[in-house]
């Protein structure tokens, strides 16, 4: 009898110094506004507050492939998880651990934020192309670009371009207009080029998106620099009209200039002329 009572009692302690301990945990906040962030696949997480007196481990959880753990301990409030998302086409989910110290890491379950499901292949943004070249000759414009590297690498150590990932998901959208023309043109590729006739008498501009057309949303890219063709520049276009306007300007003050002054001769000339004849008529 006295014996189970003691049981009891141990009992009762350990429910309490479970509590305590719970509480202790519970305590701790919870990260809040988790979002992802991810270009061209290279993925960070950011959450708020900035912890004080405790620390954040990220746990990414993907539905086949084990929980990966990131940011081990961390007192920033980000965390580049590129590498625990390679399984691109997987969705996946990160808890946002709050954890008191080393020790406490795994005496129970800490306290914890989710962020929202996340699938790299569906959601990543794609980064902007990088135009390598382009030329505009007998009526045709021909550009060359790049697609975008990712962060993950092939065995033999070269990056992976966003194409070795979408492979044929992936297309290109041109965007080109007349020089100082407001009507824009576009055409699409699969390729890393783009030909189009154009009006050979007129500049052109353009830039380049990348767009995945299956996806739902984020279906298009950042945009490329704008870039301008010079093709059959007159010195009007090369300068503008604001520097003829001045020279203008300036031969018309030049001519005034010279108008007046031979004027202004003339009449002392004739001044002169005369005063020289007044004595003689005085005589
Ligand atoms: C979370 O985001 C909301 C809305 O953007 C903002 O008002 C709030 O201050 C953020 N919380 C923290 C802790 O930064
Ligand atoms: C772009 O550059 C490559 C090599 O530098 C060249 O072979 C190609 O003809 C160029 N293309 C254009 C459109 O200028
Ligand atoms: C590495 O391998 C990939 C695909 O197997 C290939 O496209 C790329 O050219 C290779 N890079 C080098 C530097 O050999
Ligand atoms: C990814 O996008 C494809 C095409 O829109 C869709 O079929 C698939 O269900 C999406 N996957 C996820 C996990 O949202
Ligand atoms: C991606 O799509 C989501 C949902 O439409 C949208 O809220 C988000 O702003 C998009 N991101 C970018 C960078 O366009």
Redesign the pocket.
């Known amino acids: 009898m006295l014996r189970a009572h003691a049981g009891f009692r141990a009992l009762l302690l350990g429910a309490l110094l479970w509590r305590l301990a719970a509480a202790g945990n519970l305590e701790l906040p919870t990260a ?2 988790v979002t992802w962030s991810s270009i061209n696949f290279k993925t960070i997480l950011q959450w ?2 900035k912890p004080s007196g405790y620390f954040y481990t990220v746990e990414i959880h993907g539905q086949t492939s084990d929980t990966q753990k990131k940011c081990i301990l961390t007192t920033e409030t980000e965390c580049d998880v590129t590498d625990a998302l390679r399984n691109v086409k997987e969705t996946y989910t990160a808890h946002i651990l709050s954890v008191q110290s080393a020790g406490m890491d795994n005496f129970e379950e800490p306290p914890f934020a989710s962020s929202e499901k996340f699938t790299p292949y569906n959601q990543t943004i794609l980064g902007k192309p990088e135009i390598q070249n382009y030329t505009q000759k007998d009526s045709k414009l021909n550009i060359v670009f790049q697609d975008p590297l990712t962060p993950y690498m092939f065995l033999n150590g070269s990056f992976q371009s966003i194409r070795d990932i979408f492979k044929h998901d992936l297309e290109y959208k041109l965007y080109y207009w007349k020089d100082q023309s407001s009507g824009k043109k576009e055409a699409t590729t699969k390729s890393n080029t783009f030909e189009i006739s154009v009006d050979n008498t007129n500049n052109y501009c353009f830039y380049i998106e990348a767009t995945i057309p299956s996806r739902r949303e984020n279906r298009t890219g950042q945009e490329s620099m704008v870039f301008c063709t010079s093709v059959g520049r007159t010195i009007l276009d090369e300068y503008g009209a604001e520097v003829f306007i001045i020279i203008a300007v300036i031969a018309i003050a030049v001519i005034t200039l010279a108008i007046v002054l031979s004027v202004i001769l003339c009449k002392r000339k004739k001044a002169k002329a005369a005063r020289e004849k007044e004595p003689l008529n005085g005589i």
């Open positions: 809040v506004n708020q507050p």
